[in-house]
């Protein structure tokens, strides 16, 4: 079954941060991402709101008609926000105010109560949850244990070993991340994964048995720029297909 796209249109708003005006909007390049046929928005809440705004994520809920997955950290104000939106999926993920992008896996089984009592308040209010995890054991048994009905891999690693051509390290991830695939699935879980796939090393996790979707921002927002945030969608959905 061919893997699904969810396209984060966070970098659309860090250009629009940079003049702190109301162009590009988020929420026109979600719209777009739709019609050219993305199965989800997805959009990371950062608590030093340096990207998307609270506004963005209202604006999204009332406008997209695929699905909102709202990435958030586990935090009582996001916590708040996410059960006053109502979005479709919330992934929960770690947040680091230094750190450039997400660096690594939440790590679920090092606070097993509090996550557990997180995620019982949000499938309360009809939200359903994805934790974002590296590929490993003891985190997929402690994202089954809190309660979780999806799980985001964490590619980030497998990205960085195929840019620096460490084929070694590339086909370790993938192995990593096609196991925890198949750990999760019997356990019931969803499998979602992303964060620094692009045109280039996409092919090989879309091929992996068992994942849903793919969640992917940065490549298709910055060849947006070159080509349009239609085609930029269109291409890697095509790319998806041919995995
Ligand atoms: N998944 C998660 C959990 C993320 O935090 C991000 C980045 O915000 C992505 C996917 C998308 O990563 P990228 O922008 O590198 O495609």
Redesign the pocket.
């Known amino acids: 079954m061919t893997v699904k796209l969810g396209v ?1 249109v ?2 659309i708003a860090t250009i629009r941060e940079a003049r702190k005006i109301r162009e590009p909007d988020p929420v026109t390049a979600a719209l777009i991402a739709e019609l050219a046929g993305c199965n989800g928005i ?1 959009a ?1 809440l950062r608590e030093d709101k340096r990207h998307i705004q609270d506004r963005d994520i209202r604006l999204l809920r009332g406008t997209i008609t695929t699905k909102l997955n709202l ?1 958030i950290a586990p935090t009582n104000e996001m916590l708040q926000f996410a059960v006053n939106v109502q979005p479709d999926l919330v ?1 929960l ?1 770690p947040e680091n105010r230094q750190e450039i ?2 660096e690594g896996g939440l790590n679920v089984a090092a606070k097993i109560d509090e996550l557990a009592k997180f995620v019982m308040t949000l499938k309360s209010n009809d939200i359903a949850v994805s934790v ?1 995890i590296e590929p490993e054991t003891e985190q997929v048994k402690a994202a089954k244990k809190i309660g979780a009905s999806f799980v ?1 891999f ?1 590619t980030g690693k497998y990205a960085t070993a195929f840019d620096l051509g460490s084929m070694q390290e590339v086909d370790r991830e993938i192995s990593a991340i096609a196991d925890m695939t198949v750990l999760a699935k019997k356990y019931g879980l969803r499998v979602f994964a ?4 692009n045109y280039r090393n996409v092919s090989a996790i879309a091929a992996i048995e068992g994942i849903e979707e793919l ?5 298709i927002v910055g060849r947006s720029v070159f080509v349009g945030m239609e085609k930029a969608v269109k291409e890697m959905i095509d790319i998806l297909h041919r995995s």
Not at 194 to 197: A, E, F, K, V, Y
Not at 215 to 219: D, K, P, V
């Open positions: 984060n966070d970098h997805t990371h990435k992934t993920v992008t997400t974002f985001e964490n992303g964060q620094g796939l969640n992917i921002g940065h490549s």
